[in-house]
């Protein structure tokens, strides 16, 4: 199907591909926050709220990863740990309000693409999923991939 105005293939001018978001987040009170403002802002977004449940949602192959780093099971490292070794190309954002310099270490170690101190504000991992080169990329290959 083309344009009439200047013949370009309408299918390619679609809106941009919809990011896969997966949240891991023991505070159900931040997940429906985060799960609200990403699905307003037109994210796919899924939640797991332990070490066990984000290792299983992995399978999905999410773009970013939203990771608290104290969790009932474990600790949010033990999933960057796996998202790494795995090599997931998803952009990883670690949460945290400790001030545990041992535990931040850790995951510093493990290069997660942006650390949030909590609290944060919601549209502050809007913006950096928006801005994102991965999502620039992915948008671009998915919509390939559709025409």
């Known amino acids: 199907?083309?344009?009439?105005?200047?013949?370009?293939?309408?299918?390619?001018?679609?809106?941009?591909?919809?990011?896969?978001?997966?949240?891991?987040?023991d505070q159900e009170v931040i997940q429906d926050l985060l799960l609200t403002v990403f699905d307003h802002e037109g994210f796919?977004?899924?939640?797991?709220?332990?070490?066990?449940e984000a290792?299983?949602?992995?399978?999905?192959r999410p773009d970013f990863v939203?990771?608290?780093?104290?969790?009932?099971?474990?600790?949010?490292?033990?999933?960057?740990?796996?998202?790494?070794?795995?090599?997931?190309?998803a952009k990883v954002a670690v949460t945290t309000g400790t001030i545990d310099a041992s535990l931040i270490?850790?995951?510093?170690?493990?290069q997660p693409d942006k650390f949030f101190?909590?609290?944060?504000?919601a549209m502050e991992l809007v913006t950096w999923i928006r801005e994102s080169e991965l999502f620039h990329r992915s948008a671009e290959s998915r919509l390939r991939a559709a025409s």
């Not at 796919?44 to 066990?52: H, I, L, Y």
């Open 105 to 110: 270490g850790a995951a510093d170690r493990l």
């Open 1 to 25: 199907m083309t344009d009439a105005h200047n013949g370009s293939d309408i299918r390619s001018q679609s809106k941009p591909a919809t990011p896969k978001v997966l949240v891991v987040e």
């Open 44 to 52: 796919e977004t899924r939640c797991a709220g332990t070490v066990a």
């Open 55 to 60: 290792l299983a949602a992995l399978v999905s």
């Open 66 to 89: 939203v990771l608290d780093l104290h969790l009932p099971d474990g600790r949010g490292t033990q999933v960057l740990r796996e998202i790494r070794e795995r090599k997931i190309p």
């Open 117 to 121: 101190q909590k609290p944060y504000r």
